[in-house]
């Protein structure tokens, strides 16, 4: 299960405060470095759990806390508060665009869940407004992406433009662009190409289908089991493509917590979605306060 251990360790910290009857500013600094601890093996930037830490300390060693009746209930609340602003506070909508299309363009490491990612956000945007979406398969690098994404376009009944993968990846989309244009489709959503690793050679791929399409959204895919290298991916991402938000899959798996804790301080950029499954309605806005509930347990 998601944020177990992380689960764990908050709650043990907690519990040695609710034990006490009075809280002393020493009981808070033991607290503090058992939540600490408990952050960084949950894989959170290591910048981000210092200022946590700072703030969450500064406010619960206030008088207002310490002399409270309930001091450990304070404290609880002020961790779960600071949790829900690193995570970037109220949840974020797609961008849209005022005229139609909305241009989505997918990113990220392969594997990462992109193709996946692409249909399942078809899928919401016709359940919640009845839109007219088309997806357009542009990972010339891996034929079986391209047939993916169409399998995907069959089960949704969205139609997916390809061009198999002989041709450059820009003129693809353009192409895709036009018959959208003529088809009148009020969203666009681009399948890119993934690779293992960040390298100059996909970044610049990336930038020319950016400069071509002018996207509303240019959304970056991770991997939440990765932990720390879903914040560094996103952050190499956001540098080269200046992204508009991120979206996390695979919160099904035992990830630890790291990455959604993380992103949002360290790109400054908002998750907007989490995945959380492998199905295609398996997709769900992310609201930093729900997710703060969920790792407190
Ligand atoms: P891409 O290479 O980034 O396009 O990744 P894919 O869309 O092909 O996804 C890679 C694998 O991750 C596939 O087996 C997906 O079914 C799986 N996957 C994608 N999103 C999720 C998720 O939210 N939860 C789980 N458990 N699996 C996912």
Redesign the pocket.
Known sequence: MAFEGLTQRLQNAFNGLRRKGKVSESDVRDAMREIRLALLEADVNFDVVKQFVKTVRKQAIGSEVLNSLTPAQQIIKIVNDELVKVMGDAAVPLNKSAHIPTIIMMV??????????AGKLAKRLIAQEKARPLMIAA?VYRPA?VD?LVTIGKQLEVPVFEMGTDHDPVDIVKAGLAEAAEHKNDYVII?TA?RLEIDEQLMQELSRIKALAQPDEILL?VDAMTGQVATQVAEGFNQQLDLTGVVL?????DTRGGAALSIRTVTGKPIKF?????KLD?LDVFYPDRMANRILG
């Open positions: 990220g490491l392969q594997g990462a869940g992109k193709t996946t990612t990972d992406a993916q399948d993934g895919v899959t695979k919160l099904d798996g989490v995945g959380q499954g492998e398996q």
